[in-house]
Nanobody
Framework: QVQLVESGGGLVQPGGSLTLSCTAS????????VDWYRQAPGKGQELVAS???????NYSDSVKGRFTISRDNAKKTMYLQMENLRLDDTAVYYC??????????WGQGTQVTVSS
């Protein structure tokens, strides 16, 4: 069973920055697609950013130009760098890794609160 451990959430003022990290216990991290989702209070899950093994990225329109997804395969870690944070970025953020043969795994979630 692969485990994902997230860190980096917290409270930040509007316009501020945070970087989330997510470390996986798998030895074959590099073959997985990696994604960040979020869920705001009273709303459904939103796919925020994704990266394929060849480092192709996609972002939701709501975060494009402000968030950056990255990965360090040697450290088995994925990141979400968030800049110019807005009040509506407040949510629980989840990392997930996915492979058609080896399955999907989720982190425990980390709270990001944007407030003045």
């Amino acid at each position: 069973q692969v485990q994902l451990v997230e860190s980096g959430g917290g409270l930040v003022q509007p316009g501020g920055s945070l970087t989330l990290s997510c470390t996986a216990s798998t030895k074959i991290f590099e073959i997985y697609d990696v994604d960040w989702y979020r869920q705001a209070p009273g709303k459904g899950q939103e796919l925020v950013a994704s990266m394929t093994p060849d480092r192709t990225t996609n972002y939701s329109d709501s975060v494009k130009g402000r968030f950056t997804i990255s990965r360090d395969n040697a450290k088995k870690t994925m990141y979400l760098q968030m800049e110019n944070l807005r009040l509506d970025d407040t949510a629980v953020y989840y990392c997930t890794i996915n492979h058609r043969a080896f399955g999907s795994y989720w982190g425990q979630g980390t709270q990001v609160t944007v407030s003045s």
